[in-house]
Nanobody, 126 residues
Framework: QVQLVESGGGLVQPGGSLRLSCTAS????????IGWFRQAPGKEREGVSC???????YYANSVKGPFTISKDNAKRTVYLTKNNLKPEAPAVYYC????????????????????WGQGTQVTVSS
């Protein structure tokens, strides 16, 4: 059974750091690319950052700079890190993956990945 399990969300103080983790299991073939998506109440879901098997990355223009995506192949885990957080409305961050040969940008912006995690909520507030 394919699973993507996110962790690391919660309430974070402005100025603090955040590291989200997405651990994959059950894949008989590793996904071509994995990405992070987020959705705030009343807004459309947006691709935040995606990474391909060869470590090629994509960051949405709206989030470029503050976020870093990385992966640990041995742990089958993809991370999304952000430092110096600013207050923002709560959003649910989802991890998603697909085996199709999308570029990271295509996975984040043009596709609906096949496999999704359950999401983890992030709130930056004092």
């Amino acid at each position: 059974q394919v699973q993507l399990v996110e962790s690391g969300g919660g309430l974070v103080q402005p100025g603090g750091s955040l590291r989200l983790s997405c651990t994959a299991s059950g894949f008989t073939v590793d996904p071509n690319a994995i990405g992070w998506f987020r959705q705030a109440p009343g807004k459309e879901r947006e691709g935040v950052s995606c990474i391909r098997y060869d470590d090629t990355t994509y960051y949405a223009n709206s989030v470029k700079g503050p976020f870093t995506i990385s992966k640990d192949n041995a742990k089958r885990t993809v991370y999304l890190t952000k430092n110096n957080l600013k207050p923002e409305a709560p959003a649910v961050y989802y991890c998603a993956a697909d085996h199709l040969p999308y570029t990271p940008q295509a996975l984040c912006t043009k596709s609906t990945p096949k496999h999704w995690g359950q999401g983890t909520q992030v709130t930056v507030s004092s």
